[in-house]
């Protein structure tokens, strides 16, 4: 069997009580060489798990929705999820795809009441993780009062290093002047020389400057430094929406003239990528791959001859891209397309549907067949949800029957009702908040519509690029690229014209 392996902490220095990153990969490993899984994936973070939004869990549910594992393995329950709801959603999701799940430490107990008492012990889970975040925030909120630096995303900062509250003149950031001399640098690279984020991650990666964590250099992160206040030797910290200013603990390494210039600059080239970007790219941002779900970036390429170099624009998955060496990448290979080509061919299909009055017509009529009263939807909606708390508390009283000693097949068969009442009202709720969905979106959308269609047809063949670019978000353009199939969606049934091009460029 085909096993992914999942390892989580709270934070990326727990090293104890057997959950550091390490000792779970390690218990998992040997977990799966003495059941013969074959361990093909394996996922570690530092992260909260209380969220249900973090990167390598995404990763993890997306091999499951694919269908590429049999087994998920991890050192505890609470490793995967602390809360209960989450749990359930996952759960559910690994149902689905006949995807099982086992932890080193405990047995997974399948029945109902398995689940029923696994769901209480993720509940009493989450409290106690709400408990160490309260306690957490208390000690930061002293540290903080103590003119130090607190722990967590505070103390790790590029450029710096940070000194343990535990040793002497403790909670205070210093000089790492390895990386003080690249953040120097790239505020150079930004001011004098007007390099934009995204060259600036590129010139580094180059370079093979590494990061903090040993990543490759982004946009983002590149952004994030450039606009940080602290490289000035200023140190906020924000506790529960409180500002609180922190005094002589981080060593400026910018000083805030040049921190000046720089927000400017950033603004400038923020500008200046929005109007480069409504000029040169028709589909910027309405275009997504196939094979990988990710968006498709915009590209230049340089095609050199004997006496001229020839730039290109095009298309690509934001994931086809190489990683400088030393870095793993998870890449597409799904095809990129001229963007000349690629927009040509978008466009005509565009211009058929809207040269099409029937079909327009027929397809707003039928959108406002949909469109009436929804409020008996809403108050259904608000009905079943009531439903839905009446069944939480029957179940929270059939746990005290089995604590009590009540039979046990009386006591599953009841939780199976409850399940089976549970999954119908969840379906009919999620079938009637489509519907209100749906109703309240076309009855805003539709007059914008049929007025933009009526000025837009008297005169498609003179379009500018904007009143393009209206018309693409207008109708919900979407177009999925899978290698030289181009597939066209949105409002109205483009669908019906879907492109499929003998080759791609």
């Given at each position: ?5 999942f ?10 009580e ?5 000792t ?7 977990y ?24 390598e ?9 694919n ?17 209960p ?7 559910q999701e ?6 099982a ?21 993720g ?11 309260e ?7 002293a540290?903080?009062q ?27 950031r210093?000089l ?7 953040v ?6 930004l ?8 060259a600036?991650?590129v010139?580094l990666?180059?370079?093979?400057i ?7 250099w982004s ?12 490289y000035?030797?200023?140190?906020i910290?924000?506790?529960?929406g409180?500002?609180?200013e ?11 003239t ?17 109007r ?6 028709l ?21 050199r001859?004997?006496?001229k170099t020839?730039?290109?624009r ?15 990448v998870?890449?597409?290979?799904n ?15 565009i ?21 009436g ?11 079943i949800?009531?439903?839905l ?8 009283q ?14 599953e ?5 409850l ?12 079938e ?7 109703s309240?979106e ?6 914008k ?13 003179a379009l500018d690029?904007?009143?393009?670019r209206?018309?693409?978000d ?6 999925w ?5 181009v ?12 492109i499929v ?5």
């Amino acid at each position: 069997m085909k096993a992914a392996i999942f390892c989580r902490v709270s934070t990326d220095n727990q090293e104890k009580e057997g959950t550091s990153l390490q000792t779970q990969l390690e218990n998992c490993l040997a977990y799966c060489q003495q059941k013969g899984y074959e361990a093909a994936y394996r996922f570690s973070e530092p992260y909260s798990g209380l969220s249900l939004e973090r990167p390598e869990l995404d990763r993890l549910r997306e091999l499951v929705r694919n269908d590429v594992i049999d087994i998920i393995v991890c050192y505890s329950l609470d490793r995967l999820s602390r809360d209960p709801v989450h749990g359930v959603i996952i759960t559910q999701e690994l149902d689905k795809h006949d995807v099982a799940l086992e932890a080193v430490t405990e047995t997974i107990d399948s029945t109902e009441v398995g689940k029923l008492i696994t769901y209480i012990r993720g509940f009493a889970s989450k409290l106690e993780a709400e408990k160490i975040r309260e306690r957490t925030m208390r000690g930061r909120k002293a540290r903080a009062q103590q003119g130090r630096v607190p722990v967590g995303g505070y103390s790790k900062l590029y450029g710096y290093d940070y000194i343990k509250v535990s040793e002497a003149n403790g909670g205070r950031r210093v000089l790492n002047e390895n990386e003080a001399q690249w953040v120097r640098q790239m505020f150079d690279w930004l001011v004098n020389d007007g390099m934009s984020c995204r060259a600036i991650a590129v010139k580094l990666n180059s370079l093979q400057i590494p990061t903090k964590h040993g990543n490759c250099w982004s946009r983002k992160v590149v952004h994030q430094i450039l606009s940080n206040v602290a490289y000035t030797g200023v140190t906020i910290y924000h506790h529960q929406g409180e500002p609180v200013e922190l005094s002589n603990i981080t060593p400026p390494i910018v000083d805030r003239t040049l921190f000046g210039l720089a927000q400017q600059q950033l603004r400038t080239n923020f500008e200046k990528a929005k109007r480069n970007m409504r000029r040169q790219y028709l589909l910027h941002g309405h275009i997504r791959c196939r094979q990988c779900g990710r968006p498709y970036s915009t590209h230049i390429t340089n095609q050199r001859t004997k006496h001229k170099t020839y730039k290109y624009r095009r298309y690509i998955c934001c994931r086809n891209v190489r990683a400088p060496d030393g870095f793993q990448v998870n890449r597409c290979y799904n095809k990129g397309w001229a963007a000349d080509k690629l927009e040509a061919l978008v466009w005509t299909q565009i211009e058929r549907i809207l040269a099409d009055p029937k079909l327009i017509i027929a397809e707003i009529e039928k959108k406002q067949r949909r469109v009436g009263d929804i409020s008996h939807l809403q108050t259904e909606v608000r009905q079943i949800e009531r439903r839905l708390k009446a069944i939480d508390r029957e179940q929270t009283q059939l746990l005290q029957w089995a604590i009590k000693g009540f039979p046990e097949d009386m006591v599953e068969m009841e939780n199976r009702k409850l399940n089976s009442k549970r999954e119908s009202f969840k379906a009919q709720k999620a079938e009637l908040e489509h519907k209100v969905k749906a109703s309240q979106e076309a009855a805003i959308s539709l007059p914008k519509l049929e007025h933009f269609v009526e000025l837009v047809r008297e005169k498609l063949s003179a379009l500018d690029f904007e009143t393009k670019r209206v018309a693409l978000d207008m109708l919900d353009i979407k177009v999925w690229i899978d290698g030289c199939n181009v597939e066209v969606t949105g409002v109205i049934p483009i669908s019906d014209y879907a492109i499929v091009s003998p080759q791609s460029d």
